[in-house]
C-alpha cells in the first residue's frame, strides 16, 4: 500500500543541538512532498514543499528538506534548534488528483531549555 | 489573509444529538478539506469540495453530511455519532484542486462525543 512513513516517532534534544526528521514515503511517480508543523494547541502549519526543482527546499524558520528521489525520502534539518521548535512534525505527500494530502505518523519534537 | 476560521472550538454532544460543524476562508480558495485527527495520529481526509461540489468523499459514514453552500463556508453536520467519532476536526482550504496547490488548515473543533 503507498504510504508516508516518519521513523522517529519522538525526540528529544536540548536547544542548539541540530535536527533531522526522516520521512520516506512510497509513491512511485511524480511526487509533491511537503512538511507541516503543529505547535502546542496551535492549527498546522506549512514549513515548506516541494515541487520540482532544486532538491533542496528552503522554509520557514531556518527550516530545510532534502528530497533524494533514489530513496524516496524528503528529510527535514535544521541546524540549530530552539525551545519554541517543540512541536510536533508531520510529513505529507501529494500524488493523487484531487489535492489529496496523505500525511505521515508525525514526530513529537520536544526541545529543553 | 492566510485564515481559515472553525467554530465552535469545542463541542461536545451525546449520540442522539445533530450538530454541525462551521469552517470559513475568506481567501478566495475554491476547494476545502474536511480532515479527522485522532489523538496522536495524523490527520486523515474525509472529504473534499471543489467549486462547491463535493468531489472526494473518502468512504466516511453517512452519519457525517458534508455541506458547501457558498465558496466561502463549508458545514458539516454530525447526527447519531458514536463515542469513537470524538477527534479534532480540521478544516482546510487550498485555491484549487491544483496538487501543486497548498492547503492552508484551521485551528480545529474538539468535537466529544458522549
Known amino acids: 500500500a503507498q504510504s508516508v512513513s516518519q521513523h522517529n516517532h519522538h525526540v528529544i534534544l536540548s536547544e542548539a543541538a541540530s535536527l533531522e526528521l526522516g520521512c520516506n514515503y512510497s509513491?512511485?511517480?511524480?511526487?509533491?512532498l511537503f512538511w507541516y508543523v503543529q505547535y502546542p494547541g496551535q492549527h498546522l502549519q506549512l514549513l515548506l514543499k516541494y515541487f520540482s526543482g532544486d532538491p533542496l527546499v528552503k522554509g520557514i524558520k531556518g527550516f530545510e528538506a532534502e528530497f533524494i528521489k533514489s530513496k524516496f525520502s524528503f528529510n527535514l534539518r535544521k541546524p540549530s534548534v530552539q525551545w519554541s521548535d517543540t512541536a510536533e512534525y508531520f510529513c505529507a505527500v501529494n500524488k493523487a488528483a484531487g489535492n489529496k494530502l496523505t500525511f505521515g505518523g508525525g514526530t513529537r519534537v520536544l526541545v529543553k531549555p | 489573509d492566510t485564515e481559515v476560521t472553525q467554530t465552535p472550538k469545542h463541542l461536545v454532544m451525546g449520540m442522539t444529538n445533530k450538530k454541525s460543524l462551521k469552517c470559513e476562508q475568506h481567501?478566495?480558495?475554491?476547494?476545502m478539506y474536511w480532515y479527522k485527527q485522532k489523538a496522536k495520529k495524523p490527520p486523515e481526509l474525509m472529504f473534499v469540495y471543489s467549486y462547491e461540489k463535493l468531489s472526494i468523499n473518502e468512504s466516511v459514514p453517512s452519519r457525517f453530511s458534508p455541506e458547501c453552500p457558498n465558496s466561502s463556508l463549508l458545514n458539516l453536520h454530525l447526527h447519531a455519532l458514536q463515542p469513537e467519532d470524538s477527534a479534532l476536526y480540521l478544516c482546510?482550504?487550498?485555491?484549487?484542486?491544483?496538487?501543486?496547490?497548498?492547503?492552508?488548515f484551521g485551528p480545529g473543533t474538539r468535537l466529544t462525543v458522549l
Open positions: 481567501m478566495g480558495h475554491r476547494a
Open positions: 482546510a482550504s487550498s485555491p484549487s484542486l491544483a496538487i501543486t496547490d497548498t492547503q492552508y
Open positions: 509513491y512511485g511517480g511524480t511526487v509533491n
